[in-house]
C-alpha cells in the first residue's frame, strides 16, 4: 500500500535475515478488513506509508532462530501452525502500563500491518511471509482451523473487549448496533456471555442473516426510522430499553442513539469509533444525568482479549458461531478487489491467501 | 411557593393528624439550596405546585404516634434531634428496585420539598413542622450539630455518591469542575477517598477559598481561558489530564470539557445536569473511544449514601472540612432573600430557620 | 412433617380467607429437594415445625383478592401459570438491607416450606394449595414449562448467584464440585457465561451423565484419589489450576480442597455448606495468602437471581441444558419416597403434583 | 547473612563494573523488617543463601551507565535521590503476567535482598552501595525525605495493596488485626481511604500509642479473651462485626478469628502469611457460607502500589501520619541488633545507615 488513496501494489522484498529469537512465518491467511479500507483512504492517523497491510494473519512457522515461546514457557518449532498478536511492543515500562494498568493506551505499542512501514521489515499479512520480531506473541491454533480464526480475525479480540467491558449480566438484553465483523463477533460473544437476548440494528440484509445465525434479533435499519427502531427495542425490553448498548458501527450518531436505546442505569460501550468521523450532540441531562448511565469506551485489546478468544473457539458452542460467517478468499493479486467488497459491505469477511 | 416564577408566600396550613407509625418534626434548620432557586424559577418538570420547598432539614421530633425506629430496628422517641431522607417511597418491588438494583431510577419515588404538593400535607421543611409520613427514614445526628449537617446538607448525599462511582484510586488527581455545595462536597469526599490531589476549576473566589479549606488545588475559570485551564490540569498531572473528572457545574459543555481535561483510560463522573440546560457537542472519537474514557452519569442517591454521609459527618478529619464552610441562616420570612443569594452564588450556602 | 426425624404426614388443612392483595395458588409441581432432607432429618435450625415442606412450586393462580402485580405492575389474572419465589419479608428497612445492599442477610426473612410453621398458614408447596401472602412476588412462567421450571428448581437462583459471585471470564476453566442438583445448574450457568471449559468432580455416574450433557467434563471422585483428581484438574489446566471452582458438595472438607485445586489469584465459591456439616482445616499461607486467592461465601438469593433465572430458560440454549435432568414426580402420598430417592442420590430431581 | 540460623556478618566485596543502563546507588538508609527476622531464622523457602539483605533502601544514584528513566521517560541522574522496587524481572510475558494479569504470581520475579545471593551482585540493602540492575524500577523521592519514606518502608506497598483489596467503603468500619509495621500502614491506608473508624487490635502498648496517631481506636490483645475481643468489636458495630478486617499477624489462628470478627457480607483480606506457621480450623457453614463472607489473601505489591504509596507521603495528610512512625537506626555494623529488636518488637522500625 503505497500511500493514502493508492490501490495496493505487489513488490518483491528480501527475506530478512532473523535476528535472534525471531522468527520467519508462511503466511496461509490474512485479513481484509474495514481498517485496510480506512487504511487504503488515509483516514488513520500516523501511518508510515508505504506499508504492508494484513494485521491479522495466519500461518506456519518456516524457520526460528534462537527460541520463541508461547506463554506457557513451551518452545514453538518450525512447523507449527500459528497465528499472533498484532499488537506489539507494548512497554510494560511507563506509566499507563505499569500504573493505569491501561496497555491499550501505552504510547509505544506498534501494531503490524498498520503503524510498521516497509523499511521496518515485513510486518504484514498481504506477503508471502512475515517476519516475527523478537518479543512478538505466537499461539499455537489447536484444534482450530485457519479459516474458524478468519472468520473471526481482528473482530474477535476486539469484541471479546468490548463485550467484557459491557459487564453484561446474565439476563440482559443487549443491544448491537452495527452487523459488520465486529458487530457480528459481538452479537456472538454477548450471546455466550449469558444475555437472555441479543438485539442487533444493522444492514445489510446478508449480514443480518449472520447475526441470526449467531444469536441475534435483527432490525434492519435502512428500511425504519430512528421513532421505529426505539419503539422495537422498547417493544422487546418491556418499555424499559437495553440493558447493555455496544455500539459497532462508525457513525458518531450511533453513539448518542446508542445512549437513547438504553435503560435508565444501563450501559454503553463504544468501540466502533476507530476513526474520526466527526462530531455527535447530546443532552447531558437527559442522556446521561438522568438516566444514570454509563458510557464507556473501548480501545483496542490485549493479549489477554487475544488468547482467551482463541481459548474460546476451541469450545464447540462458540465455532458453531463463527462457522456460520461467509469468507470470500482471494489470492495475493486480487486484494484491492478484496478491499472494494469489504468496503462496499458485499462481504461480510474477505481474506488474502498470499500463497495459493 | 405558589407557582414556577414566584416568589414564596408565607402561608398558615394546619397541623396534621398523624397516622400510625408518623411523626411530627418541628424543624430547626431548612437547607436553601440550587434546586430550589429552580423550583422558584419553574425548571423542573413534574413539580406539583403549589409546594414548600425545603428538601433536607433537620429537627427535633415533637410527637410520634405508633413506633418509627431507625435501620437498627431501635425506636425514636419524642425529643430525638434527626434529619431524614428526603426520597420517600423508593418502592422495593418494581424491576429497577428488585432487578437493576437501581432504586434512584424507582418510578414510584417522592421527594420532600420537590415532589409532594401542599395537598399533601407538610412536606417540606420551609415550614414550622413536617410531616414526617410512615416509612421515612430519620436519623439522629448524634455527635454532629445541626449546623455541621447543614453545611454539607444535600450535597452530602450527592457528592459521596458521584465519588463512590468514580472508583477513586490511591494517588489519583481528582478534578472536580464546579465550587457550588456539590462540588465542595466533592472535593472533600475525593480527598477523604485516598487521592494524592484534588484539582478544582470553578468561581467564585469566595467559593475557591472554601475548596482550598476542603483539600483543592484551585483555578478560577473566570480569568482563564479553555486552553489556559487545559495546560494548568496537564502540568498537574505529568501532561496526562486528571485520573477523574467529576462534573458539578450544570453546564452543558463542561460534560465534554470534563472529558477533555481527563487522561486516557480515566473516568468521568456527571452529577452536575440536574435539570436540563441543553445540549453539548463531543467527538466520539478522539473523546471516548481512543481515549479508553469512562463517563458515568449519576443521579440522586439512595439511603446508603445518606447514612454514611451521616457516619462520614462523626470523625474529626471530616468534620473539619465541612465547618469550613459559611452558613447563611435567615428567618422564615426572608426566604426570599435566601433563594436569591444562593441565586448570585453570593452565598455558599444558605438556611432557614423557620422558628427561630 | 410433624417434626425432626419423623416422616411427613397427609393432614387436611381448611382453605384460608384470603387477605387484601392475596391469592391461593393451586399446585401443579412442589420440588423435593436436599433441603427437605436435611429438614425431615432436623439438620436446620430454627424450624418451626409442624410445617408444610416444598419450597419451590409452580401452579395455576385459583382465586386472588384484590390486586398483585408482578414487578413491571402488570396485574395477575385468576388462571395465570406462575412460580413465586420462596423468600418473603426481606425487610428493605434494616441496615443489611439498605446500607449493606446485602438482603440475603436480612434478619427478616421467612421462606416458604422452611421458616413458616403449619400455625402460619398453607406456606409449603406439598399442599394441593398455597397460600399467595400479600407482598409474594410470583412470576409468569411465559415459554417456560413446569416441568422445566423444576428440573431446576431451588437450585436455579442459587446456582446462578454463585456463578455471578464468580466472576468467570471468557476462556476461564471452572471447577464444579459436587454433581447434585446444585452442582448441575452451577455446570450449566457456567458453561452459558463464557467459560471455555467446565469440569465436575462428583458422583454417582448417573449424575455424572448429565454433567456431561450440560456442558460438564467429569471426574468420579469414588473412583480417584485427591492426589488423582489434583493431576487430573492439572493436566486439564496447563498445570496451574483452575481459574475458579464452585464448592456445591456440603463436605467440610471440600472447602479445602477446592483452594487447593484452584490456580494462583484465582476464586472459589463455597455455596454448597448450606447446614452445619464441622469444620475444616486449612493452611492460611499456602492456601490463601501466598496463592493471593479469593474465597466467597454465598448465600441464599434474591428476586434479582429468581427472576433472571426465569428469563434465561426463556432462551433456547439454556432450555435445553435444563431439559436432560430426569424428573421422578409422585403423588403426594408418596412424598416419603422421594425424599429417601433423593437422600440416596437415586434420582437427580424429584417432585410432588399434589393435585395428579 | 551466612545462612539460616546465622547472624549477619560484615564482608568486603568488589563494586560491580555497571552493565549498559545500569547503575549503582550509594545506600543512605535501609529497612530492617520482620522478613529479615525470617530469613535469619531460616523460615522462607528457596533463600540462595548467602544473601545481602535489605530489600527496601534509599540513597543516591552514584553512578550511571546509560540511561535509566523513570515511568513518565525521564532520565535519571548522577546525584538523584532516590528508591526502587525490590521487586525485579517481573516477565509481563507469561500467563500469569498476560492472561490472569496477576503479576505478583508471576513466577519468573526475583527480590532485592531476598531471592539474589552474594553471587547476583550487590543486591540488598545492608550494604554500602547497592547495585541497580537493567529494568530496576526507580523512582525519584521528590517531597519525601528517607525518613518518611522508611517510617512505612516495604510496609507501604503491602498495605497499600491490602486496603485496596479490601474494598473499603465510605463509612466503613475497618478492623485491623496486628499492630505491626504492615497493621500500622494498613491503619493508616484505611484511615485514608474513607473508613468512619479503624478498629486496631494488637500489642504491645509503644505499638498501639502509634496505632492510635495513625487513626486507630484500640485493644491490647494480651489483656483480653478471644470473647472480650467480640464484645469489643460488637459494641464498636451496633452488634453486628467490623466491615472489613485485615489481618496483619502472621498467626494462622488469626485468619479465622478475623472472620468471625466480621460482619455477615463483609470481607476479611488475608496479609499476614507471609510465612508458613501451619495450619488453622474453621466452619465453612459458618465462618464462610452463611455468613456470605469473602476471605481475600492478598500477596506482595507490583510497582503501581509503590508508585502510589510513594505520591500518597507527598499529600500532608498522609505524611503527618507516618511521621509518627519512631526509627531506631543503626550502623552496618549494629545490624544483627537491629534485627533482635525488631524481632521483639522492642522498635517498630529498624533501619541501617551503611554509609553513616
Redesign the interface.
Known amino acids: 500500500m503505497p500511500g493514502p488513496g493508492s490501490p495496493v501494489e505487489l513488490r518483491e522484498l528480501p527475506l530478512p535475515e532473523l535476528e535472534e529469537n525471531a522468527a520467519l512465518l508462511r503466511v496461509t491467511c490474512s485479513e481484509v478488513c474495514g481498517t485496510d479500507v480506512y487504511l487504503r483512504e488515509g483516514r488513520l492517523a500516523g501511518v508510515p506509508y508505504p506499508i504492508i497491510p494484513g494485521h491479522v494473519s495466519t500461518g506456519v512457522l518456516e524457520s526460528i532462530r534462537g527460541t520463541i515461546t508461547d ?3 513451551r518452545p514453538f518449532h518450525e512447523g507449527d501452525r500459528v497465528t499472533f498478536l498484532d499488537v506489539h511492543k507494548t512497554c ?5 502500563c ?5 496497555s ?2 501505552c504510547p509505544h505499542r506498534k501494531v503490524y500491518g498498520i503503524t510498521y512501514g516497509v523499511g521496518d521489515g515485513l510486518c504484514g499479512g498481504w506477503s508471502q511471509y512475515v517476519y516475527i520480531k523478537p518479543g512478538v ?1 505466537c499461539i499455537r491454533l489447536d484444534g482450530v482451523s485457519d479459516e474458524l480464526y478468519m472468520a473471526g480475525g481482528c473482530s474477535l479480540p476486539t469484541a ?1 473487549h468490548a ?2 467491558r459491557a459487564d453484561v ?3 440482559d438484553t443487549v443491544l448491537v448496533l452495527g452487523a459488520g465483523p465486529v458487530g457480528l463477533s459481538t452479537i456472538a ?1 454477548s ?4 444475555a ?2 441479543v438485539l442487533c440494528i444493522g444492514a445489510p440484509r446478508i449480514r443480518l442473516d449472520i447475526a441470526e445465525k449467531m444469536g441475534g434479533t435483527v432490525l434492519d435499519f435502512t428500511r425504519h426510522s430512528i421513532a421505529e427502531r426505539t419503539d422495537w427495542v422498547l417493544t422487546q425490553t ?3 430499553g437495553a ?1 447493555v448498548t455496544i455500539e459497532c458501527t462508525g457513525v ?1 450518531e450511533a ?1 448518542t442513539q446508542a445512549m437513547r436505546f438504553t ?3 444501563g450501559a454503553v460501550v ?31 485489546s ?3 482479549h487475544f ?3 482463541v ?2 473457539l ?2 464447540p ?1 462458540a465455532a458453531l458461531k463463527w462457522s456460520s460467517v461467509p469468507l470470500r478468499a482471494v489470492e495475493l493479486s486480487q486484494v484491492n478487489q478484496a478491499v472494494d467488497l469489504v468496503a462496499s459491505g458485499a462481504v461480510v469477511k474477505a481474506l488474502v491467501r498470499p500463497n495459493a
Open positions: 506463554i506457557y514457557g510494560h515500562q511507563c506509566w499507563f505499569l500504573v493505569a494498568k491501561a491499550t493506551r506473541r471479546l463485550v467484557e449480566r446474565f439476563g460473544f450471546s455466550l456471555r449469558g437472555a437476548k418491556h418499555g424499559r440493558d458518531p453513539v435503560r435508565d442505569a463504544v468501540v466502533g469509533q476507530y476513526t474520526d468521523h466527526g462530531e455527535t450532540t447530546l443532552n447531558p441531562h437527559l442522556d446521561l444525568n438522568k438516566k444514570h448511565l454509563e458510557v464507556r469506551g473501548c480501545w483496542g490485549d493479549y489477554s488468547h482467551r478468544a481459548d474460546m476451541q469450545s458452542n
